[in-house]
Nanobody, 121 residues
Framework: QVHLVESGGGLVQPGGSLRLSCAASGSIFSINTMGWYRQAPGNQRELVATITSAGSPNYADSVKGRFTISRDNAKKTVNLQMNSLKPEDTAVYYC???????????????WGQGTQVTVSS
């Protein structure tokens, strides 16, 4: 059984910062790409940022220069530092990971339960 658990969401004023963290636990042999997605009410889930196991990041245009993704392979964690937050960043943020439970298993894609980020004055 594999779990992705997010933390760090909350309410912040425009221009403020938040740091999201996600920890993977359970039967995990290896993790490939990890990332963050978000979904605002009435919208489809969209990519925010991803990072490969080698540490190569990829960002949505809407967050470039404001958000920074990082990971710790040994701890099986991925973080999202969000600066200069805007009201349009308000959404539920989901952690995502491609991983193999065992050495002989195929790759599976997992999602966390999500954490609410609200940017409002």
């Amino acid at each position: 059984q594999v779990h992705l658990v997010e933390s760090g969401g909350g309410l912040v004023q425009p221009g403020g910062s938040l740091r999201l963290s996600c920890a993977a636990s359970g039967s995990i042999f290896s993790i490939n790409t990890m990332g963050w997605y978000r979904q605002a009410p009435g919208n489809q889930r969209e990519l925010v940022a991803t990072i490969t196991s080698a540490g190569s990041p990829n960002y949505a245009d809407s967050v470039k220069g404001r958000f920074t993704i990082s990971r710790d392979n040994a701890k099986k964690t991925v973080n999202l530092q969000m600066n200069s937050l805007k009201p349009e960043d308000t959404a539920v943020y989901y952690c995502n990971a491609d991983l193999r439970p065992t050495a002989w298993a195929r790759w599976y894609n997992y999602w966390g339960q999500g954490t609410q980020v609200t940017v409002s004055s």
